[in-house]
T-cell receptor, first 110, second 115 residues
Framework: QKEVEQNSGPLSVPEGAIASLNCTYS??????FFWYRQYSGKSPELIMF????GDKEDGRFTAQLNKASQYVSLLIRDSQPSDSATYLC??????????FGDGTTLTVKP | GAGVSQSPRYKVAKRGQDVALRCDPI?????LFWYQQALGQGPEFLTY????????KSGLPSDRFFAERPEGSVSTLKIQRTQQEDSAVYLC?????????????FGSGTRLTVV
């Protein structure tokens, strides 16, 4: 079992819909959680980070964290074709390395 | 610099050849990370520097892999006697404080192909 699990997808949503991306992690000591977006052939870019249980909103993006369930999610509202990419979840113990999932591929259809 | 710069962008190496990959992080960033990404997978951790100190090298797959950051800025990842399984994208990332704190800024990566 990988330390960080994501549904590989592909996840397909129509333009304007809400896309929901999910991630579970195995280490209860994990302290910080990150979502990165990676376009095909490009390097990952940070979208959001979250440390505390609950929701964190930034524009069309909302990260949700539930440490008791070891679950973190990313919601994308009003999805646009330009949101089509692979979304990587990353988890960190506090210092040092982050551990990444294999990503969920999202396709937003016009 | 304004971003994380990696060179070369692409590298083709014959099996058994040594290669050196360079990373120039964002100026002032304390932490520097190297990751390896195979096609269709997430980045896999290789090694981590805080300034010039290599604090974690647990992800280096073999003793053929070596990384350094002698002056706490530019870093080099060296792979000796390359093998086909070393073919991947090598990503460098930096962050302003210890660890990933507010997340990484990644470079564009070096795509290594071993033939």
């Amino acid at each position: 079992q990988k330390e960080v699990e994501q549904n590989s997808g592909p996840l397909s949503v129509p333009e304007g819909a809400i896309a929901s991306l999910n991630c579970t992690y195995s280490d209860r000591g994990s302290q910080s959680f990150f979502w990165y977006r990676q376009y095909s052939g490009k390097s990952p870019e940070l979208i959001m980070f979250i440390y505390s249980n609950g929701d964190k909103e930034d524009g069309r993006f909302t990260a949700q964290l539930n440490k008791a369930s070891q679950y973190v999610s990313l919601l994308i509202r009003d999805s646009q074709p330009s949101d089509s990419a692979t979304y990587l979840c990353a988890v960190n113990m506090g210092a040092g390395k982050s551990t990444f999932g294999d990503g969920t591929t999202l396709t937003v259809k016009p | 610099g304004a971003g994380v710069s990696q060179s070369p962008r692409y590298k083709v190496a014959k099996r058994g050849q040594d290669v050196a990959l360079r990373c120039d992080p964002i100026s002032g960033h304390v932490s520097l990370f190297w990751y390896q990404q195979a096609l269709g997978q997430g980045p896999e951790f290789l090694t981590y520097f805080q300034n010039e100190a290599q604090l974690d090298k647990s992800g280096l797959p073999s003793d053929r892999f070596f990384a350094e950051r002698p002056e706490g800025s530019v870093s080099t990842l060296k792979i000796q006697r390359t093998q086909q399984e070393d073919s991947a994208v090598y990503l460098c990332a930096s962050s302003p404080g210890p660890g990933p704190s507010i997340g990484y800024t990644f470079g564009s990566g070096t795509r290594l192909t071993v033939v």
